[in-house]
Every structure is written in C-alpha cells, then in structure tokens.
C-alpha cells in the first residue's frame, strides 16, 4: 500500500525541485555562451569571452537584484494600479478582517492589502519578506467569490509569503530583465563595431562573437529563461495550494475559488506586464490558443483541484 502524501510532503518535494532549477539558471546562461562562441572561435578564446560575459552580467544581475530587493514590490503593485486598504476603511473592513484572520492562522504578520480595479477574478503577493509583505486582490474576486473560498485564495498567497516565495517571484522577474537589457547593449555593440573599426579581419571577428553572445542569451531569454520560470512557477503553485489548503483546514474552498476564478482570470493592465504573470494565483493574461501546456505560468487548475480534494487534512 502506498503512502499517502501529506501537506509537508508536498512542499518539501517542490521546494527540493525549485532549489534545483534555480541551480540550473547561471549553469545554463555560462554553457550557452561558451557554445555559441565557440561555434565562431577557438575554445581557448570561447572561454575567455564567456567569463567577460559572465562576470560583469552577474555584477549587473546583483546591482539590479539590489534595487529590486529595495524598490521592486512597490514597482510591482505601481504597474497594476493597486490601491492600499486600510482597516479603519469602512467598504472593505471584512475583506482586511479576513486577510488578519488567515495571517494569524498562518502565524505571519498581516500583510498590507490592496486592490485591483478590475472585475476578473486573480490575487497575488509581494514583498521582500513576511513582516513587509502585500496581498493585492482585484475586486472581481472581492465580489464574486464566497467568504470561504476568499479566505481560501487569501491562505494561498499567504502560503506564497511563509515559503518565501515572493522573494524568488521578485529576483527571478528582475534576472530576466538584466538579460534581455544586456542582451540588447550586446547587440547595439555588435552593430557599432562593424561600422567603427577600419581592419576588417578584427572587424568581421569581433561582430561574430558578439552576434554568437547576443543570439546565446537571445535563446536563454526566449526558449531557457520561459521553461525553467514555468516550472518553478508551478513548483510554486501546487505548494501554495497545500499549504493554503493547511491553513484553512478547508482544500475544498480553495477548490471551489480555483474553479471559479479560470472562467475569468484575465486582469487587462497586466497585458504588458507578462513577467507577473507567474505571481498571480491564474494565468492574468489574454488566453493563447497556440501555446501548450508546457509553457503556460501555472499547472492545469484540474490538477490543482484534484490534488486539493485528495488532500488528507485533520
């Protein structure tokens, strides 16, 4: 007979798989480099142009983490137009009432709440850590869902917060942006230098590594970085469900709002904003008929919620 599965069963196996992936990123970005490169130079010069790319991106990547660390869950909720709620403010007291409830339920401190103006249904968190943590809830989900199953999508983003996964949210979404930002300079660069120099040898080689490093991280930006964050994404997600699920003592609410919230989990202002689409509890962008399974940013809700109702909780 086998073992059944526990909440902490879950989310050790996904925390274990997330630390692995997460591995994977500056492995991955150093052997891109080196292979492109190579393709146009000898091994010995390949690997000196992959630590000169290496190091002073991974300089870039910290100097960047740093402002994210520092700014980026005010840049975050600023891109949605979330507006902070406060708990003397009459029209959404019962919804601050519930988020104290789950906080004190998960043992973390209350989180600062906001909303979203848009009648879909989606929720997400954001913070550097438990004690400067945010929720933001759209007011179709405020509206549309009952008090249990909105507990239920308030436990889960709480469960975002006490796994720390908000921080890995916030410093994944910025090491793409470094990329793809120096994947950019990378290109100008190349352009420049075939117009600059006056040898065309130098000339010719020099655009040639520096096209082969563009098209490196141009490939580690739009196939690697995608794969790897939608995996993470829905390590993520599934340990959320089991530990929002434990903090409720209530899967099948959650269950209930999961199936609620796919009939509209679109949030219009998050079109141009496709990096969060990862921290939402759906997928918040417009739906793409020819991307499959293995690139959307969460696990199909019918696993979510069958995984939610096998749930052994007492």
């Not at 600023?78 to 519930?98: L, Y």
């Not at 994947?183 to 065309?200: C, E, P, V």
């Not at 995996?231 to 209530?250: F, V």
Request: charged share 20%; aromatic share 6%.
């Amino acid at each position: 007979m086998s073992k059944v599965q526990t909440v902490y069963d879950h989310i050790r196996s996904n925390n274990i798989k997330t630390l692995i992936l997460v591995a994977l990123f500056p492995l991955i970005f150093i052997a891109l480099v080196f292979l492109f490169t190579w393709i146009v130079t000898p091994m010995d010069q390949a690997i000196e142009v992959t630590i000169s790319v290496a190091i002073p991106t991974f300089i870039a990547c910290a100097i960047w983490l740093l402002i994210s660390w520092a700014f980026g869950d005010a840049m975050m909720l600023s891109s949605v137009g979330a507006t902070e709620i406060k708990p003397d403010n009459a029209e959404h007291r019962e919804i601050f009432r519930s988020v104290e409830n789950v906080a004190l339920a998960a043992g973390l401190p209350t989180p600062r709440v906001y909303i979203i103006n848009d009648d879909s249904l989606n929720a997400f968190a954001t913070g550097r850590t438990p004690r400067d943590a945010s929720v933001a809830l759209t007011r179709g989900i405020i509206k549309k869902l009952d008090k249990l199953e909105l507990q239920g999508v308030i436990a889960h983003e709480m469960a975002h917060i006490g796994n720390r996964d908000i921080r890995l949210d916030m410093l994944l979404i910025t090491g793409v942006g470094v990329t793809v930002f120096a994947a950019d300079i990378i290109l100008r660069t190349a352009l420049y230098s075939n117009h600059s120099s006056d040898d065309n040898d130098n000339r010719g080689n020099a655009t040639a590594v520096l096209l082969m490093v563009w098209l490196a991280f141009m490939v580690f930006n739009t196939l690697i970085t995608p794969l790897l964050r939608m995996a993470i994404s829905r390590n993520r997600e599934y340990a959320a469900d089991a530990t929002g699920a434990h903090i409720t003592r209530n899967p099948a609410a959650l269950a209930s709002a999961l199936r609620k919230i796919t009939t509209d989990s679109r949030v219009e202002c998050m079109d141009k904003v496709k990096s969060m689409s990862a921290v939402c509890i759906a997928n918040p962008s417009a739906p793409r008929e020819f991307i499959g399974d293995l690139m959307a940013t969460h696990p199909p809700v019918e696993k979510r919620i069958q995984r939610l109702e096998s749930m052994n909780i007492k």
